[in-house]
């Protein structure tokens, strides 16, 4: 069964950065594709970011030239970095592959 496991979150003023790792196990990681999605209170879940397996990206435009998502296959670990932050990208994020998700992590962001 595939396991993943966010990191990263917390706490940061508007304009700083966070970068967030999606751990994998249980899966032959480098063929495949990660997504990162959020869900702030009281909103549906959304798409934030994707990496395939062959390193193509693609972002939400919420987010596009602020987010950016690496690989590392080495270690099984997808990131998601996040710059130039605003209150509203508070929300749990969540790192998705097929039908698994994580757990989430916390990201708030303060005015």
């Known amino acids: 069964q595939v396991q993943l496991v966010e990191s990263g979150g917390g706490l940061v003023q508007a304009g700083g950065s966070l970068r967030l790792s999606c751990a994998a196990s249980g899966t032959l990681f480098r063929f495949i594709d990660v997504g990162w999605y959020r869900q702030a209170p009281g909103k549906q879940r959304e798409f934030v970011a994707r990496?395939?397996?062959?390193?193509?990206?693609s972002f939400a435009d919420s987010v596009q030239g602020r987010f950016a998502i690496s690989r590392d296959n080495a270690k099984d670990t997808v990131f998601l970095q996040m710059n130039s932050l605003k209150p509203e990208d508070t929300a749990v994020y969540y790192c998705?592959?097929?039908?698994?998700w994580g757990q989430g992590t916390q990201v708030t962001v303060s005015s």
């Open positions: 998705q592959t097929s039908i698994y």
């Open positions: 990496i395939t397996s062959v390193g193509f990206t």
